[in-house]
Nanobody
Framework: QVQLVESGGDLVQPGGSLRLSCAASGFSFSIYDMRWYRQAPGQPREFVASISETNRTNYADSVKGRFTISRDNSKDTLYLDMKNLLPRDSATYYC?????????WGQGTQVTVSA
């Protein structure tokens, strides 16, 4: 079965950096577009970044220039490199994909940016 498992969330100071990972299994990872979303308490889930099977990337305006999405198809893993983190980046970050017309979400990993 399709599984997406995020990791790497942590407490980090403003201006710090963090790398999130999403380990995928149960499907042909390399041929599917992948996305990161995030959700802060009391807020709707929002798009963060996406990467296509051809490595074309797209970012939310709020993270452009600070976040980088990438993938390692040899490891079936999606990454989100985050730098210059701000308190407003605090949220649970989710990995997402649509595989054969079905949406899949990971369980999320918590990022807290605070001094």
């Amino acid at each position: 079965q399709v599984q997406l498992v995020e990791s790497g969330g942590d407490l980090v100071q403003p201006g710090g950096s963090l790398r999130l990972s999403c380990a995928a299994s149960g499907f042909s990872f390399s041929i599917y577009d992948m996305r990161w979303y995030r959700q802060a308490p009391g807020q709707p889930r929002e798009f963060v970044a996406s990467i296509s099977e051809t490595n074309r990337t797209n970012y939310a305006d709020s993270v452009k220039g600070r976040f980088t999405i990438s993938r390692d198809n040899s490891k079936d893993t999606l990454y989100l490199d985050m730098k210059n983190l701000l308190p407003r980046d605090s949220a649970t970050y989710y990995c997402y994909s649509v595989v054969t017309s079905t949406e899949y979400w990971g369980q999320g990993t918590q990022v807290t940016v605070s001094a």
